[in-house]
């Protein structure tokens, strides 16, 4: 069973900086895309950055220019980097793995528990 774990979150004033990051337990694993999600309170979960294996990225309108998706330095592992933070951002951020197992190529997609960012003065 995949296990992603969030780090990262917390609160921080309108124009900071945050950066999360996101690690996929397993062994056996290909992860080809790797996403982060948010949810802000009363509203549906939304994409915000997607990276694949080949290192493509995309993002939602909102977070363009200010956040950047990267695969981290260990495998299978993810970092968002969130600069210019405004109120809007606040929500809780998920990590999404959507891979197969190499043993029998089925396929996985998992999620993490979520982490809270906050951006208030």
């Known amino acids: 069973q995949v296990q992603l774990v969030e780090s990262g979150g917390g609160l921080v004033q309108p124009g900071g900086s945050l950066r999360l990051s996101c690690a996929a337990s397993g062994s056996g694993l290909s992860i080809n895309t790797m996403t982060w999600y948010r949810q802000a309170p009363g509203k549906q979960r939304e994409l915000v950055a997607t990276?694949?294996?080949?290192?493509?990225?995309n993002y939602v309108d909102s977070v363009k220019g200010r956040f950047a998706i990267s695969r981290g330095n260990a495998k299978n592992t993810v970092d968002l980097q969130m600069n210019s933070l405004k109120p809007e951002d606040t929500a809780v951020y998920y990590c999404n793995a959507d891979g197969y197992y190499n043993y029998d190529r089925m396929r996985f997609v998992s999620w993490g528990q979520g982490t809270q960012v906050t951006v208030s003065s």
């Open positions: 990276i694949t294996s080949g290192g493509s990225t």
